[in-house]
């Protein structure tokens, strides 16, 4: 089947040290997307890649980066986190060009900071 | 601004029971509207949506929303609901000037047996 994997399910870093999550798809599409959420609280996007062109949102912090090397894979690089860093990062995809079609969202990872 | 709104936070209903998750949205000349359920330490499942055509959607899980483009509210239903229906819900907004999905802050749908 066709989806959206994210590895690993649980990641535990300690305060400072850099953390890389990764996100693949089978799906082909050409929109890859990173969320933050937050313990009950509504996904929060941090940034996004239509192809090749990266899309910050304004109010994501420096201290988060991201690649996509190719279609299938997206990374999301904490430089240094903090202890309020820890959530669920969430990674969705999408085909744009058409309007109107729903994220994929992979099941996540769970990072700790400690 | 552009938003979205849930208004309840919690829902609890008795298993078996019907139930309604409200979703409001700001105005706008066209929209593509979305639910989605998400279970504990998963990511989130579309269970509907709405992009034109027939206001009342059937989406997965025998859950229902209908798009009321006057009150601009996409409320989600289920006739009567299960143990397994128990997750966060979110509602979800798109509009067609802009490329980003906008999510509600989540209705928490717990069933009591």
């Known amino acids: 089947d066709a989806m959206v994997i994210q590895n690993p399910r649980y990641q535990v870093t300690q305060f400072g040290k850099p953390v890389t999550l990764s996100c693949s798809q089978t799906l082909n599409h050409n929109v890859m997307y990173w969320y933050q959420q937050k313990s009950s609280q509504a996904p929060k996007l941090l940034f996004h890649?239509?192809?090749?062109?990266?899309?910050n949102e304004a109010d994501t912090p420096d201290n988060f980066q991201s690649r996509r090397p190719n279609t299938s894979f997206c990374f999301l690089d904490i430089r240094s986190p903090g202890l309020g860093d820890a959530a669920m990062y969430l990674c969705a995809t999408s085909r744009e060009g058409t309007g109107g079609l729903p994220l994929h969202f992979g099941n996540g990872t769970r990072l700790t900071v400690t | 601004a552009q938003s979205v709104t849930q208004l309840d936070s919690q829902v609890p209903v008795f298993e078996e029971a019907p139930v309604e998750l409200r979703c409001n949205y700001s105005?706008?000349?066209?929209?593509?509207l979305f639910w989605y359920v998400q279970y504990p330490n998963q990511g989130l499942q579309l269970l509907l949506k709405?992009?034109?055509?027939?206001?009342l959607v059937k989406g997965i899980n025998g859950f229902e929303a209908e798009f009321n483009k006057s009150q601009t509210s996409f409320h989600l239903r289920k006739p009567s609901v299960h143990i397994s229906d128990t997750a966060e819900y979110f509602c979800?907004?798109?509009?067609?000037?802009?490329?980003?999905?906008?999510f509600g802050s989540g209705t928490r749908l717990s069933i009591r047996p």
């Open positions: 979800a907004v798109r509009y067609s000037s802009a490329s980003k999905i906008i």
């Open positions: 105005s706008s000349v066209s929209v593509y």
């Open positions: 709405y992009l034109s055509g027939s206001t």
């Open positions: 890649y239509y192809d090749k062109d990266f899309n």
